[in-house]
């Protein structure tokens, strides 16, 4: 069985929370403590309406104030698939976490509420989607019950979301009518809805192809960690632990390490210390050389005749997070990529994206907490990275703030 | 403007038609991935092993990721003197087997060079407690990194976690300041005397872990399978019929058959009754079962409703 990863985002209130808690609930997949807790949960807050948000708001002060500040994971099965269900939160505030959430998604659901439309919100969260690559995009209108399960309602903001879809080129896009609360069209078709033929939304969910997505075609392996047992029988053994971002290498495979430069064949490939033939994507091993050359944490192995860019200049894509500071031209980070850190100084912010229109607007002197903006910058070491659209884990990376130690941007590179 | 999407090429396509990896493969790949980074990131990691399932796992993942080198990091054990004496007797021979290196402090040794009041009474715990001794342990030995074997899916304050949870000098969780966490780079950079608790086994549920100990044939103690014992029968619970735990007037002694699910404290760990004596039979009642681990086995969880987010707060796993 396979695995989807998914996150619900748009805006605060939108039912996001409430979606996860009905899609658990009508797969079964809520036990019956949980459920217990929640119909207690419930009873305290409101008039005693069963509240499936409670599910993922599992936090005090998110009770309290009925939002969700953080996302949530849940896990979840049906006969077909297994699930990692990512809540984000709706909250302008809170957006990094949404970014946090979004960043390992295969698949987002975009809630949109049927009585408001498009929302800043909306727009923030699809470009944020979209940037970081997300192949499958949702669109779940919600809360159909609000406004008489409308086919006009639905098709009208079905209508402005392709609008603003199509200035982002997402790739591949459903958009469903449904009701969060009732359970119309998330695992069981709606009965109030009989003018939509399409999918629920489960059904989606279980077939849409995630395997494809990943890129297979370009050798990439970052160093993790050298193991080197120095024993008397594994004297000379050297192995890189590490793992296959993106497509494979075999016994045999001519490789070349970055940034050095320097090549070698792969003698071998461990898994828990026994030999395998082939290594792919996403799959965590060890690789011998054949030659002995300096190897360290945070370079590459690439295969030979398909090369990333190794650069000092980057331009990248980047969301800022830090709430106390602004990001400006001149400021100094550190650049996480892969396994590699290097200092960095920021050259230029090129121009930021307005949440709104999507337009560049240029001239912009400083980036505040939630603004999505071109950048150049220049590391002190060589990177040696792909374009993310193309290869999305060797093309990302994070700004660290050198004091105080905390993730503070979302890079992609371009 | 337009942020373009690179298509997949036709090679990719065809690629594509391959089968998708299976899951448990991923978790593991996922969970080996992290290991190696603490090893990779921190200078002075600590693995803590309470001789629980899910620490086992952590044992046998960190085993995998290293191999065939030693696994670079102690295990620590904050020992309560309430644990089942069949986990420590699996702790000590598994540490001995893999010839790892092997840290127990004592809760015991806290409260009395602390003077910590104990607390009494029906349900009284060391839960609480054993974060006094895992800080202290923390300073001694300057861990900055200490991997557990916290899952998401065990209770929903934890659902909220970080992979890497970044502890103040105080070892205390902000769950309104978590650190942004991004793909898979982990930010591990701290100050000194802060600490990151890394959690590789975030993404498992509970069946993952049950499937990957059958798939990987990892022995476990065998208070996981049914056995007679005698218990205390206590508000609907069983528990294990020690001196440790405070009789209570209402307390009624039986013997039953029964098999732990999870494994803590015998102060709060409940038996479930059952008669499943090999790890197949287990996975098939917990596939069935309708009520959760901690909801069918825990006993501190249930006194309020944040109760794990609280203590957690407080510096705890
Ligand atoms: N009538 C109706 N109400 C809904 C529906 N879905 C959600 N709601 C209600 O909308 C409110 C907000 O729902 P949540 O699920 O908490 O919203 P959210 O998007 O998770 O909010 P944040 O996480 O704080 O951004 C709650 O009172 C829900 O009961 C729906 O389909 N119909
Ligand atoms: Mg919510």
């Not at chain 2, 494994?263 to 709060?268: F, I, L, P």
């Amino acid at each position: 069985m396979d695995l989807l990863r998914f996150i619900t985002a748009g805006s605060v209130d939108d039912g996001k929370s409430t979606l996860i808690g009905r899609l658990l609930y009508d797969t079964k997949n809520i036990l019956a403590d949980q459920m217990e807790a929640i119909e207690r949960a419930s009873k305290t807050r409101n008039a005693g309406e069963i509240d499936l948000a409670l599910l993922t708001d599992g936090l005090r002060s998110e009770r309290e104030q009925g939002i969700t500040i953080d996302v949530a994971y849940k896990y979840f099965q049906t006969p077909n698939r297994k699930f990692i269900s990512i809540d984000a939160p709706g909250h302008i505030q809170y957006t990094r976490n949404m970014v946090t959430g979004a960043s390992n998604a295969d698949l987002a659901i975009i809630l949109v509420d049927a009585r408001h439309g498009v929302v800043e919100q909306t727009r923030r969260h699809s470009l944020i989607a979209s940037m970081l690559g997300i192949p499958h995009v949702i669109v779940a209108v919600n809360k159909m019950d609000l406004v008489g399960n409308s086919e006009d309602a639905f098709l009208q903001i079905a209508k402005s979301y392709k609008e603003l879809a199509e200035k982002l080129s997402i790739k591949d896009l459903t958009i469903i009518p449904v009701s969060a609360l009732n359970g119309d069209n998330i695992v069981d078709r709606s009965e109030s809805m009989t003018w939509y033929t399409g999918e629920t939304l489960l059904s989606v969910l279980e077939n849409v192809n995630v395997l494809k997505d990943q890129n297979q075609e370009d050798g990439r392996f970052a160093v993790q960690y050298v193991i080197r047992p120095q024993t008397d029988e594994l004297h000379d053994y050297r192995g890189y632990a590490g793992r296959v971002q993106s497509g494979t290498f075999k016994k045999g495979d001519a490789i070349k390490v970055l940034p050095s430069e320097r090549e070698s064949k792969i003698a071998k490939i461990e898994f828990g210390g026994n030999e395998i033939q082939e290594a792919s994507v996403l799959q965590s091993v060890t690789i011998l050389l054949e030659d002995d050359i300096d190897i360290s944490r945070g370079d590459t192995i690439v295969t030979v005749d398909n090369s990333p860019i190794v650069s000092q200049d980057i331009e990248a894509l980047v969301c800022w997070m830090d709430d106390k500071k602004t990001l400006k031209p001149g400021n100094k980070y550190v650049l996480q990529h892969g396994t590699a850190r290097s200092r960095c100084s920021i050259r230029d912010i090129e121009y930021q994206i307005d949440i709104n229109s999507y337009e560049k607007l240029d001239e912009v002197e400083a980036l505040k907490l939630n603004d999505v903006a071109r950048i150049v910058l220049r590391t002190a070491q060589p990177i040696a990275y792909d374009p993310y659209q193309k290869n999305r884990a060797n093309g990302a990376a994070i700004l660290i703030d050198e004091t105080s130690n905390v993730t503070v941007g979302a890079c992609m590179i371009e | 403007m337009s942020i373009s999407v690179n298509e997949a090429s036709d090679i990719q396509r065809e690629i594509s038609e391959r089968s998708a990896p299976d899951y448990l493969d991923q978790l593991e790949a996922e969970a080996i991935y992290i290991m190696r980074e603490v090893a990779g990131q921190f200078e002075r990691p600590a693995l803590l092993f309470s001789g629980g399932k899910d620490s086992i796992t952590l044992v046998h993942l960190a085993k995998k990721a290293f191999a065939p080198g030693k696994i670079p990091f102690p295990l620590v054990h904050v020992d309560t003197g309430h644990n089942f004496i069949e986990a420590i007797e699996y702790r000590d021979e598994l540490a001995e087997q893999i010839n790892a290196k092997l840290i127990v402090r004592y809760v015991e040794d806290t409260i009395k060079a602390k003077g910590l009041k104990e607390q009494t009474g029906k349900n009284a715990s060391r839960n609480w407690l054993q974060t006094f001794t895992l800080l202290d342990t923390i300073e001694e030995f300057e861990f900055d990194a200490c991997i557990g074997g916290a899952r998401r899916d065990e209770e929903k304050a934890r659902a909220k976690e970080r992979i890497f949870s970044f502890r103040d000098e105080f070892g205390q969780w902000d769950p309104k300041r978590q650190r942004p966490e991004l793909w898979n780079l982990f930010n591990g950079r701290i100050q000194k005397g802060e600490n990151v608790r890394v959690f590789p086994i975030s993404n498992w549920t509970e069946l993952d872990v049950w499937a990957y100990l059958k798939r990987e044939g990892i022995a476990l103690p065998s208070i996981y399978f049914a056995h007679e014992r005698e218990l205390i029968l206590r508000d609907g619970k069983l528990l294990n019929n020690t001196p440790v735990i405070e009789p209570d007037p209402e307390d009624q002694i039986v013997t039953r058959q029964v098999r732990f699910r999870t494994v803590g404290d015998m102060t709060c760990t409940a038996a479930v009754e059952s008669a499943a004596a090999t790890l197949d039979e287990v996975i098939a009642e917990i596939t069935i079962s309708r009520i959760s681990e901690r909801g069918e086995t825990r006993i501190d969880d249930q006194q309020t409703e944040a109760a794990m987010e609280d203590r957690k707060k407080g510096g705890y796993f």
